[in-house]
């Protein structure tokens, strides 16, 4: 014999058989929704941002509010407000809004004694269990982590816990993961229940693709490793391998990161690119003897024997400066042949490149450095190719 069900029917006898913990479910209201009586508490009577009035541990208001009132039943309805429940519930539009209704404040007076009575919290925990145990009885959630996750998320949006359940298979940590991201994009920052899961419902199952760990909107962001920052993540890396294998290695670089690591390797560090310059200058009588090739993205200047002196990456912020001379002078046949579409010959003054951004810097009076360092084209000596 078969039964045909309505989706209303499967949804109470899934239930029945397999309803959430209890004290789950209280734990994680307590801690998450409430945390721990700072956000929200049993005994509240307010009004939200909206203007609406709100009571108790789950800030009941309209519908859920319905639901508070069916489970005080008429004695206790009758004995504080003088009506029975269907009255009570026809009249939630009545005193929806903060002190609208006439008699709004007899309203507050009678709600503030039934919170502070010995059955209100115990009433209060069965309507808020009802009210979860339905909005998540279209998942698989049995741990108290899964629970609480699915509270989380219930209690901001129903319909994203759907959307976010049927996304990921109702996979709790996929969905906690994408609502705590979609928080931090929304609001500017990480909400504390994506704090509250981690710290008070830790993962204890099995090894697994993937655990929500995040602990602020900084872990959802793509992270940039500066591989050429002297001491930096790159460098504590390298320091922490084991020396043999990293020997063993074979790593294949272009010319620009090979240039980038010679550079990095006979020079120190400058950030600042007036220090930059005087610290070049110290390496030659005279302005004048500097040679200077850039682009949009660094500098690397000569002397005018085309003796390397320095270097500065205009994106990273930071360049160097030899500290011993000579480095650049290699014989004509370990030269690396570069192409430069952008390189013409003169006559008398040999090859040379003009460039838009980059000029020899001037000297001021009292041989200070000029505020525009950069403002006239120099002259270009002979090639020089760093290998």
Not at 75 to 101: C, H, N, R
Not at 195 to 204: A, G, L
Not at 282 to 287: H, K, L
Request: negative net charge; charged residues 30%; proline residues 3%.
């Amino acid at each position: 014999m078969k039964i045909k069900l309505t989706e209303s029917q499967y949804k109470k006898i899934r239930l029945m058989e397999s309803p959430l913990s209890e004290p789950s479910v209280k734990q994680a209201i307590w801690t998450i929704i409430a945390r721990g009586g700072k956000s929200k508490d049993y005994k509240h009577f307010g009004k939200d941002r909206l203007g609406k009035t709100y009571i108790g541990i789950l800030h009941f208001t309209g519908s859920g509010l319905g639901r508070l009132y069916k489970k005080m039943g008429n004695s206790i309805t009758q004995e504080y407000f003088g009506k029975d429940v269907d009255q009570m519930i026809e009249e939630i539009p009545t005193y929806l809004i903060w002190e609208e209704a006439e008699d709004f404040n007899n309203y507050r007076n009678q709600w503030k004694k039934f919170l502070s009575s010995p059955s209100s919290i115990g009433i209060q925990d069965e309507a808020a269990y009802d009210k979860f145990n339905d909005r998540l009885s279209d998942t698989s959630f049995s741990s108290e982590r899964e629970i609480a996750i699915g509270i989380s998320i219930a209690n901001s949006s129903p319909t994203l816990l759907k959307d976010l359940g049927a996304e990921h298979e109702w996979d709790a940590e996929k969905m906690i993961r994408d609502y705590c991201k979609a928080q931090c994009k929304s609001e500017k920052k990480f909400r504390s229940r994506c704090t509250v899961i981690n710290q008070h419902f830790p993962y204890k199952g099995t090894d697994r693709e993937y655990v929500f760990k995040a602990t602020s909107c900084e872990d959802f962001k793509e992270k940039k490793i500066d591989t050429w920052e002297k001491d930096g993540p790159y460098d504590e890396w390298m320091d922490s391998q084991n020396e043999s294998l990293i020997k063993k290695r074979k790593i294949k670089l272009t010319e620009s990161q090979y240039k980038k690591v010679l550079l990095r390797e006979f020079g120190e560090t400058v950030r600042d690119p007036k220090e930059w310059y005087l610290r070049v200058l110290e390496w030659v009588d005279s302005s004048k003897d500097l040679d200077f090739e850039t682009d949009e993205y660094e500098v690397v200047v000569y002397d005018k024997n085309g003796s390397y002196l320095g270097y500065y990456d205009k994106e990273q912020g930071f360049g160097f400066v030899v500290t011993e001379y000579g480095i650049g002078l290699e014989d004509e046949e370990d030269i690396i042949d570069e192409d430069d579409a952008s390189t013409t010959t003169s006559s008398s003054s040999g090859s040379y490149t003009q460039w838009d951004d980059l000029v020899s810097p001037v000297r001021g009076p009292d041989n200070t450095l000029d505020n525009t360092p950069w403002s006239v084209s120099p002259a270009r000596g002979p090639a020089n190719t760093l290998t």
